[in-house]
């Protein structure tokens, strides 16, 4: 076998190998396009290779015409394949002039069909024999050049400024491999083969085609690559392999509850701790949907939730559901979930960590319970002792009321009357009466706290700081606190304390009323605003409600919903609002209750002092 026939054929096979191997790799992963244009690019040089071949030996001047038909579309396809290559990789290079190669490479195909004798020669008048320097036997033709092959050298030209151009750019991204790589061999074989085809088609250089050869750069520079490419994937899947092992020994070991779940819902994964918390064996919940563990009351809630997971927001970062164990006993987990995602960036499901708060919560449940049980002892024994104080202040002069009045009885039962006497009793009757009511204010005075100084302040500042004061037992109990205060300086004339009194029972109210409502997923929401001359501050929950027709009632002093209660908070709230001028009332909502006061607006400062 000649030694062309053998150094043509392994170029051709080297192609081919070349081209194999990228299109497997985007057959399996058909999103890679560099990989489909890289393949096509080594099939065209490799059948190239073998029609170079073909026409050094061709016998016929007929034969050779036709493989020049072929060479060229074999080359049209290669240097349209590269430059776009050169786009893929490095995606500096000039749009522009990629369409223009690519129309022109388009034009020129067509050209090298409709003509005579291909787009490298308008005729082929004969067949030059000749010998390599080694002594091998090949042909070259002999013939006028074809009028529009200027235009494929003119190609070329631009081929050469087109890479050398993207390859700058990327150079100065300071992307120096894949700018050394692939402009270094691009370029070397553009410029290779770009000198020395024309001066063959020409006559002036007696070899054979060497197009292919000039390709071997680029075939050696992309089996370089594929075979980095090939080590950087088995590192990166030995870190991968390494990973998954550190996240393994990690989720089997951590004392929180870690569940996959794919698009559709259904478990993925349940590790361990998860496992052991609620009894299931992995293999027997894996596969099953994901509201098959959660409580009834909440699975449809959790299947909203769910399918709102797959859109643009994602889901719900943080939440709290009760799991059934496999005995049926509810556990609590508050749960963070983070969405998956796919490498195309779709959604695949979510992965959420979950923590027992179950005994926490209880143990918070008994501890509020002993903590009512305490402050209703202290109210009642308050109420002792104001009731002692009052039946010991008011013993004295009820009694010597009585002992007096008595006394008038016998001064006019007498024979005769002694009215002057009476008279006198009676004197006595009137002051003792006088001093009981003197000792009613007094007392009456120390539990109202007297006098209030009133100043000038934006409501919104007390409100906000009850806020913040409760916002950790609002955290606790797991009730969402939204607020809205509003950009608008809101002034009133008021004692700043009442206000914070008023805000802590409208707050504590909502929340008792949430707490005690087993409501699934608690809201209070604060608001803020102007409303004509007054400032309105509203509180509104979603719990129960308010019964019909208990809108005024739950104002009266010893009505309340609570077991652990007096009654007395909306009452004093009442009282207080009502005597800086203002007006609250209740009103129910389509899902739980709205409470609001209003104060007159005040735009100048002013203090005074009166008593509530």
Same mark, same amino acid.
Not at 239 to 245: F, K, P, T
Not at 532 to 542: C, F, I, P, T
């Given at each position: ?95 522009? @002039? ?56 003119? $190609? ?6 087109? =890479?050398?151009?993207? =390859? ?21 074989? /553009?410029?290779?083969?770009? /000198? ?44 991968? #392999? ?8 990690? @989720? ?7 569940? #996959? ?21 992995? =293999?027997?919940?894996?596969? *099953? ?98 009731? =002692?104080?009052?039946? +010991? ?7 010597? $009321? ?5 006394? !008038? ?20 009757? !009137? ?20 006098? $209030?100084? +009133? ?7 007390? !409100?906000?700081? !009850?806020?913040?004061?409760? %916002? ?51 809201? /209070? ?25 208990? %809108? ?41 209750? *709205? ?18």
């Amino acid at each position: 076998m000649s030694l062309l026939t053998i150094i043509w054929s392994m170029l051709s096979a080297a192609c081919l190998v070349i081209g194999q191997m990228h299109a497997l790799v985007w057959w399996h992963d058909r999103t890679r396009r560099l990989n489909l244009v890289v393949a096509v690019m080594a099939v065209a040089a490799g059948a190239n290779a073998m029609v170079e071949l073909g026409l050094m030996k061709s016998a016929s001047i007929d034969g050779f015409i036709t493989l020049a038909f072929l060479g060229n579309l074999t080359i049209a396809v290669t240097l349209v394949s590269m430059v776009w290559v050169v786009h893929l990789m490095l995606g500096t290079a000039r749009r522009s @002039l990629l369409l223009i190669i690519t129309g022109l490479w388009s034009f020129l195909s067509v050209v090298n069909l409709v003509s005579p004798a291909s787009l490298t020669y308008a005729s082929v008048d004969a067949l030059l024999p000749l010998t390599t320097f080694w002594g091998e036997d090949f042909v070259l033709a002999v013939g006028p050049a074809n009028r529009f092959k200027f235009l494929a050298d003119l $190609v070329t030209v631009l081929i050469i400024i087109y =890479t050398a151009d993207a =390859t700058w750019r990327a150079w100065h991204q300071r992307r120096h491999r894949q700018a050394a790589i692939v402009g270094g061999s691009i370029l070397g074989f /553009i410029v290779l083969a770009g /000198i020395h085809t024309p001066l063959v088609d020409a006559g002036i250089v007696k070899t054979p085609f060497m197009i292919s050869i000039a390709f071997i750069g680029i075939v050696v520079t992309l089996s370089h690559q594929m075979a980095h490419d090939a080590a950087l994937a088995l590192r990166f899947a030995r870190e991968m #392999e390494a990973g998954r092992r550190r996240w393994e020994s990690l @989720l089997d070991s951590v004392h929180l509850a870690v569940l #996959e779940v794919d698009a559709d819902g259904l478990l993925r994964y349940a590790n361990p701790f998860f496992c052991r918390t609620t009894g299931y064996l992995a =293999t027997a919940i894996v596969g *099953r949907p994901l509201g098959d563990l959660v409580s009834a009351e909440q699975r449809n809630e959790l299947l909203l939730r769910l399918v709102a997971s797959s859109g643009p927001e994602g889901p719900r970062p943080h939440g709290r559901w009760k799991v059934t164990t496999k005995t049926g006993k509810l556990l609590t987990f508050d749960w963070s979930t983070v969405p998956l995602l796919t490498p195309d960036n779709e959604y695949d499901g979510l992965l959420t960590i979950g923590a027992d708060v179950t005994k926490e919560l209880e143990a918070k449940a008994s501890l509020e319970l002993a903590r009512q049980a305490i402050d209703r002892k202290a109210r009642a024994n308050i109420l002792g002792e104001f009731a =002692t104080a009052l039946a +010991h202040e008011l013993n004295q002069p009820l009694g010597a $009321v009585l002992a007096n009045a008595r006394t !008038v009885q016998r001064y006019l039962a007498s024979d005769p009357p002694r009215h002057a006497q009476a008279a006198e009793v009676m004197e006595l009757i !009137v002051r003792d009466d006088k001093r009981a009511a003197t000792i009613l204010q007094r007392l009456r005075a120390m539990v109202t706290r007297g006098q $209030v100084v +009133h100043e000038s302040f934006d409501i919104r500042g007390p !409100v906000n700081e !009850v806020l913040e004061i409760c %916002e950790a037992e609002l955290h606790a109990r797991g009730i969402v606190l939204r607020r809205d205060l509003g950009d608008e300086s809101l002034p009133v004339v008021a004692g700043l304390v009442d206000i914070q009194q008023v805000m802590l029972n409208l707050v504590r109210n909502a929340m008792q009323a949430l707490t005690s409502g087993h409501v699934s997923d608690p809201v /209070i929401c604060v608001s803020c605003i102007r409303d004509g001359d007054d400032v309105r501050v509203d509180v509104v929950d979603n719990g129960p409600g308010i019964a019909l027709g208990g %809108e005024l009632k739950i104002f009266e002093a010893g009505h309340g919903s609570q077991e652990q209660g007096l009654g007395m908070g909306l009452a004093i709230c009442q009282r207080i609002i009502e005597a800086h001028g203002g007006r609250i009332q209740a009103m129910p909502e389509t899902r739980g209750a *709205r409470l609001s006061f209003k104060l007159p607006i005040c735009f100048e400062d002013a203090v005074q002092t009166d008593a509530i």
